[in-house]
């Protein structure tokens, strides 16, 4: 039974095998060609047909070609002719200038200007004189002022101030008015007012020529006197009072740009003594260090021998480098400079003071 069942399904399929190759006529072509393209394709894996790619890059070429998709360059800037692409190209170069733009600081420069407060007026009366002390401070503009400076003067300080421009300065000076000096009432609160207004607009007024605020007279009047107390008051060895004064003239100094670098290195010398007389050994090595950077071209100096001297004694305690000051030291005796016999810098300061 089985085999019979199996008899009549074979024969279904073979009738039916002869109808689709009867009803397919180009089934022997359609094997033709698939041994063809297998041989074509045997050796190279390829995506894509050859003939139409050429085309692509042929019709490209002729885009690029093309005089109405061209980008000229002049001057640096891309000129758009007819390319859509000038376009984009021209924001990538707006894109750039602005990143170069962003890259330049946008941090706006504030011109620095002094000026000058009387925050304070005292009479003062001894056994021989009676006269009102006025406190000057001396404030930068345009910048962080941390620093304070402070000067105290009476009337008379003034008047020989102005007495010394009127005469090495007559054209600047010559439409300046000085408050002039009372006989009575100079000691009352609205007098003391006016005055106070008046010596403000002065300094502020004389401040503003060049040549005079540049001139000794002017810089002497805010900060001399300070370096002459200091002197005294490092002679007495009261360095703790004296280092206060002394720093408040290198701070006048600063403030004033003052250009005497003698003025500025007895004061950062003496400043650098009395922190070691303190033993605060950090703050003397770094003030010591500045001093020397004033006259580091000057070999002959009488200051340069005890500073590189105490430069190498402060810069070992504190544990750093003092091989510079060691081979300047060197270089010192090899001219010549009897390096040894020398005196200390505090005797140095006391002795020589701006000679």
């Given amino acids: 039974m089985a085999s019979k069942l199996l008899h009549r399904f074979r024969k279904k399929v073979d009738r039916h095998n002869v109808e689709t190759v009867e009803d397919l006529p ?8 698939m041994d063809g393209l297998s041989a074509c394709l045997s050796g190279t894996l390829s995506f894509g047909e050859t003939d139409v790619a050429e085309k692509d890059w042929a019709q490209a070429d002729d885009v690029d070609s093309d005089p109405e998709f061209v980008c000229s360059v002049e001057s640096d800037e891309l000129e758009r002719t007819g390319n859509p ?188 003594v009395c922190y070691q007389e303190q033993d605060q050994l950090e703050e003397a090595q770094a003030y010591c260090e500045r001093a020397l950077q004033t006259i580091e071209t000057q070999e002959n100096h009488p200051l340069l021998v005890p500073l590189l001297h105490a430069n190498i004694r402060l810069s070992w305690k504190v544990a750093k480098d003092k091989r510079q000051s060691e081979a300047r030291l060197q270089q010192v005796q090899e001219t010549g400079v009897d390096i040894l016999n020398q005196p200390s810098l505090k005797e140095h300061l006391i002795k020589y003071f701006l000679e």
């Fill in 85 to 272: 692409l000038g376009e984009l190209k021209q924001c990538n170069m707006l894109t750039k200038q602005l990143q170069e733009s962003w890259k330049k600081p946008r941090v706006k420069i504030i011109e620095e200007k002094l000026t000058f407060e009387v925050t304070s007026a005292n009479v003062i009366q001894d056994s021989s004189s009676k006269y009102v002390a006025y406190t000057i401070q001396v404030i930068r503009l345009g910048s962080f002022d941390e620093d304070k400076a402070l000067i105290i003067r009476r009337y008379t300080d003034f008047a020989k101030l102005n007495e010394a421009l009127h005469k090495n300065f007559r054209e600047d000076m010559g439409k300046v008015v000085f408050p002039k000096k009372r006989i009575r009432k100079n000691y009352t609160h609205e007098t003391i007012a006016k005055r106070s207004r008046a010596f403000e607009q002065y300094l502020q007024h004389i401040h503003s020529f060049s040549d005079i605020r540049r001139s000794k007279i002017f810089l002497e009047f805010f900060y001399l006197r300070d370096l002459t107390v200091g002197q005294r008051l490092l002679q007495g060895g009261t360095c703790e009072n004296a280092m206060e004064t002394l720093i408040n003239a290198l701070h006048l100094q600063q403030k004033l740009c003052s250009y005497d670098a003698s003025h500025l290195l007895f004061t950062l010398t003496s400043i650098s």
């Fill in 26 to 33: 180009e089934r022997s072509e359609l094997y033709d060609d």
